[in-house]
């Protein structure tokens, strides 16, 4: 059962929409089923005598007092909205059942508390087998306002207990981490203009996706104007730094023709001004120069992160965990950003479920999580995609969504637990479509008999409690050819063997050859390494050698003189 609260300021036209056909002719018999005083209230579904605007003055009553007091001014705002419908599969509810609901539902919000004679006045109006909407007027009788603070939390909270009471589908409780759900006119609007997807949606997307990748305030502006994002920023009058900031959609304008604005903390929570701060360095940091010695680095340190992130997350540090949580929501970004496979549109899809799993009520420590959210800046500016160990990375993201999602679950956190949820599902999507021509491309370049018998000598020794399923698991055969290039690259196998396997555990395993098979892809090239630092002090050496003066030349002996001829 989901309430969705809203205020206005125009009691006859919610008046007409109620009782009226709809958009789309698909409001039948409507017709009030619970009101403030059911005697008092004319029904315009019903009684041939009522009238829209009768109604209207009947629920307006108090607000007309209350409006000559202000001298001829309305209260702002003064039209309390809240639709409540059933779970899609939920039996259809009687009016006798709708009326109890909306009585509790008004009680909870603190429209009308139940016993207070001078509550608003308030109609409950049925024109849907699956809905009602509940309409109030916010002017109490003794002329001041209810109090509804909180009132859509506390209406979702009351619903919860009305499923248990009636048999319905339990839906998740939520914190109050959600992002605001596009409104019944924005919908329409996106609708009208062939949109999927409606502009208050559009720019969420769009704002976590640059804020992920950029190192700055400064550029996350700069980027989103580049893509013909209207930026607005509010300055503070003392000291000129931004404060606030409003997005508006490319062509996305009302009916004068001006922008529709929306403000980062009403796309969502974290893209707040404060909140992006807290996850983006100054701009004295992000100015320092960047150097990456191997393309492949990005991915390899993106996957080491994310081991690490895994191990934090069952460390009980609440506050870090939830930290990691928000740097991981910003690589699945870039990540997907720098993916070129035909999984790439899974990974997009990881990223936008995640987004609720990043955020929850627990405050992040971000700076916990600064080694994930560098490597997966990094990640953003990759230019290109190194094979295997790309799919080593999808694979540790696939796991660590997984993790995310069970901490949330430990925790209450339903809503952040199901967003989880969903992007896992995508990952693993997305992993399937991607490993299962790599996996059989190294199968088909397994090693000899010879070598393939010598590496599984190596599985007994060092891991004989699982060696039994990794030799059965159908990757054992890439795992063979994966050993045989690590060992070309300097690595002694039962060594590394040892590593890999003591990183996590393989109980929990459902093909430990497979995990064992990415743990080594991500491992760096030794050889390679070593040469890299050759080739370093080297360099250094040639350096110095150039910036000193000349030695004076020593005198030769004639023998000496002699050979040097």
């Not at 999507?429 to 996996?439: E, I, N, R, S």
């Not at 010879?450 to 004989?464: F, G, I, W």
Request: net charge positive; charged share 25%; aromatic share 6%.
């Amino acid at each position: 059962m989901v309430p969705d609260v809203s205020t206005g300021s125009d009691t006859r036209g919610l008046i007409v929409y109620l009782f009226g056909p709809g958009r789309r002719d698909e409001h039948t018999d409507p017709h009030i089923v619970a009101a403030w005083d059911m005697a008092g209230a004319p029904d315009p579904g019903r009684d041939p005598e009522a009238s829209y605007t009768l109604l209207a003055k009947r629920l307006d009553h108090h607000v007309d007092l209350r409006t000559r007091e202000l001298g001829g001014k309305k209260p702002p705002q003064h039209v309390w909205h809240c639709p409540v419908r059933t779970a899609p599969g939920d039996r259809y509810l009687t009016d006798a059942e709708w009326a109890e609901v909306a009585r509790r539902i008004v009680h909870a919000a603190g429209i009308a508390p139940e016993g207070d004679e001078k509550a608003c006045r308030w109609i409950a109006v049925r024109h849907a087998d699956d809905h009602i909407h509940i309409m109030a007027t916010t002017v109490r009788a003794d002329g001041r306002r209810p109090r509804t603070h909180r009132d859509g939390w506390r209406a979702q909270q009351e619903c919860r207990k009305i499923e248990a009471e009636l048999g319905l589908r339990r839906l998740k409780s939520g914190d109050l981490t959600a992002p605001r759900t596009p409104t019944g006119a924005e919908r329409a609007k996106a609708e009208r203009e062939g949109q999927t997807v409606t502009s208050r949606q559009w720019l969420r997307e769009q704002a976590y996706a640059i804020a992920a990748a950029v190192r700055s305030i400064d550029e996350y502006f700069t980027v989103l104007q580049s893509l013909g994002i209207k930026v607005k920023t509010r300055l503070g009058p003392e000291t000129g730094d931004v404060i606030g900031y409003s997005l508006a959609a490319p062509g996305d304008t009302n009916a004068a023709g001006e922008p529709v604005w929306y403000g980062g903390s009403k796309l969502a929570p974290d893209l707040s001004i404060n909140r992006l701060r807290e996850r983006l360095p100054d701009q004295e940091v992000a100015d320092r120069p960047r150097y990456v010695a191997d393309p492949a680095d990005p991915w390899r340190h993106t996957t080491t992160a994310i081991h690490a992130a895994r191990t934090v997350l069952d460390s009980g540090d609440e506050a870090a965990a939830q930290g990691h949580l928000a740097a991981f929501g910003d690589a699945l970004y870039n990540i997907a950003s720098a993916t070129t496979g035909p999984h790439r549109a899974e990974l997009r899809a990881a990223a936008m479920a995640f987004n609720h799993a990043r955020r929850s009520a627990t405050r992040a420590d971000h700076q916990a999580a600064t080694a994930l959210r560098k490597a997966a800046k990094e990640l953003a500016y990759a230019s290109s995609e190194p094979g295997g160990l790309a799919i080593a990375l999808l694979f540790a993201i696939l796991h660590l969504a997984r993790a995310a999602a069970k901490w949330h679950e430990q925790r209450g956190h339903e809503q952040q637990a199901a967003a989880a949820e969903k992007s896992f599902r995508h990952l693993q999507a997305g992993y399937q479509q991607a490993a299962a021509p790599v996996l059989a491309d190294l199968a088909r370049r397994a090693p000899r008999a010879a070598t393939a018998s010598r590496y599984e000598q190596d599985v007994r020794v060092v891991l004989p409690d699982h060696a039994d399923r990794i030799l059965a698991d159908p990757a054992w055969a890439a795992l063979t050819t994966t050993l045989a290039h690590a060992e070309t690259a300097g690595h002694n196998p039962r060594r590394l063997l040892a590593e890999v396997g003591a990183q996590r555990e393989l109980d929990s395993a459902e093909h430990p050859a497979e995990v064992l098979n990415w743990r080594i892809t991500a491992q760096p090239n030794r050889r390679a390494q070593a040469a890299r630092r050759r080739s370093t002090v080297s360099g250094a050496s040639s350096v110095s050698a150039a910036l000193r003066p000349p030695a004076a030349p020593a005198a030769m002996r004639p023998e000496e003189r002699s050979r040097h001829r």
